[in-house]
């Protein structure tokens, strides 16, 4: 069982909006370590989509942002789009733990 | 830009070494902290331990006692040494590239290993 807790699934249709959630500890997230998150589509390997709380990688939409509060943070996707379908992963550095740290990841459906 | 590529034996049998090397291409091997990472199949991922050309190693605590990963930049290769693996240790194994805040901007493909007899 993953420190960084996400739902197992979302969903939503296309061009809507969905948010997925990470909730920490005040050893990781709420230590005010960085925050970054990945798209996992099947059978590929992950990819960065945002890094450092809020930052999207050069060629990542605008569709993506993402923001942390205390010890959680959030995925936000805007626009909805088939190619969106993945399984999504926050990650952090744990202080406690001594390790880095990833969510128990989400996976997006889109209907 | 940077291309990663594993490669290793698919098959190791329980109580044996897993060996994975990881060859590095594009930017130099002397700027990142060059990270072994895992999934499970049908799983999420797990940070294994990182090797950066300066020697300085950082392993998972709950993996530290059976793994070594090196970075020998002569031939711009990164290494990971696994002992006595079980069923458990099954996994597609990644190689990235870590930055100083630990996000991994670049990934190799991965290699499945599978531990059985």
């Known amino acids: 069982q993953s420190v960084l807790t996400q739902p197992p699934s979302v969903s939503g249709a296309p061009g809507q909006r969905v948010t997925i959630s990470c909730t920490g500890t005040?050893?990781?997230?709420?230590?005010?370590?960085?925050v970054h998150w990945y798209q996992q589509l099947p059978g590929t390997a992950p990819k960065l989509i945002i890094y450092?709380?809020?930052n999207r990688p050069s060629g990542v939409p605008d569709r993506f942002s993402a923001s942390k509060s205390g010890t959680s943070a959030s995925l936000a996707i805007t626009g909805l789009q088939d190619e969106d379908e993945a399984d999504y992963y926050c990650?952090?550095?744990?202080?406690?733990?001594?390790?880095?740290?990833f969510g128990s990841g989400t996976e997006l459906t889109v209907l | 830009q940077v291309q990663l590529q594993e490669s290793g034996p698919g098959l190791v049998k329980p109580s044996e070494t897993l060996s994975l090397s990881c060859n590095v291409a594009?930017?130099?091997?002397?700027?990142?902290?060059w990270t072994w990472i895992r999934q499970p199949p049908g799983k999420g991922l797990e940070w294994i331990g990182y090797?950066?050309?300066?020697?300085?190693?950082d392993y998972n605590p709950s993996l530290r006692s059976r793994i070594t990963i090196s970075v020998d930049t002569s031939i711009n290769q990164l290494s990971l040494n696994m002992n006595s693996v079980t069923a458990a240790d099954t996994a597609v194994y990644y190689c990235?590239?870590?930055?100083?805040?630990?996000?991994?901007?670049?990934w190799g493909r991965g290699t499945l290993v599978t531990v059985s007899s």
């Open positions: 990650q952090a550095y744990d202080s406690r733990l001594g390790t880095y740290l």
């Open positions: 450092d709380n809020n």
């Open positions: 990235a590239s870590g930055s100083d805040t630990g996000h991994y901007m670049w």
């Open positions: 090797s950066h050309y300066t020697g300085s190693t």
């Open positions: 594009g930017e130099g091997i002397s700027r990142y902290y």
């Open positions: 005040s050893s990781n997230i709420g230590a005010f370590y960085a």
